[in-house]
């Protein structure tokens, strides 16, 4: 794709738009083509991401969730692979040996960012040290030993 070139006027580059009459009382202007071929693109860019959504989706909340599976002995005392939530259950309650294996760990961000996008962030709380004396009561010199204080923590 061949963008056009970027003239250069002392500022912002700022491209030219073309008057088309629509009707004698509307005049529409056309988009650069810089700006047609950016909507272009996103338009295939959400196009492409529409076709494959759920996938996308599934495989976020695999990493997010990560994959794992149990070992656990069987009756002949081989390992075996369990998958069945009800039987890792069973062979926990009477306190068999059992593994937990992690090919791919959980991710902690990726369920974060999930959680965000599903509900929205959570409210950041900051802590603020607020003092209740206006500065306009004060004399000068009171001024100039508070402004001293404050360099003197900004120093240390």
């Keep these: 794709m061949n963008l056009p070139a970027v003239p250069y006027n002392g500022g912002a580059y700022k491209p030219k738009t073309?008057?088309?009459r629509v009707?004698?009382?509307?005049v529409r202007y056309r988009k650069p083509i810089i700006l047609r071929e950016k909507q272009e693109l996103l338009a295939a860019w959400k196009m492409a991401v529409s076709k494959r959504f759920d996938r996308l989706v599934e495989a976020q909340l695999t990493a997010a969730e990560g994959v794992t599976h149990m070992q656990?002995?069987?009756a002949q005392g081989k390992w075996q692979t369990i998958v069945d939530p009800e039987l890792m259950a069973e062979k926990l309650e009477?306190?068999?040996?059992?593994?937990?294996?992690?090919a791919i760990a959980p991710s902690a961000p990726i369920l974060k960012d999930i959680m965000d996008r599903m509900f929205g962030q959570a409210r950041?709380?900051?802590?603020?040290?607020?003092?209740?004396?206006?500065?306009?009561?004060l004399t000068d010199?009171?001024?100039k030993a508070n402004m001293a204080a404050l360099l003197k923590k900004l120093q240390d």
């Design 94 to 102: 009477m306190g068999e040996q059992a593994y937990r294996l992690s």
């Design 141 to 143: 010199a009171e001024l």
């Design 23 to 26: 009707s004698d009382d509307a």
């Design 124 to 137: 950041q709380s900051l802590d603020l040290d607020v003092t209740s004396t206006p500065t306009a009561s």
């Design 18 to 20: 073309r008057k088309r």
């Design 72 to 74: 656990a002995r069987d």
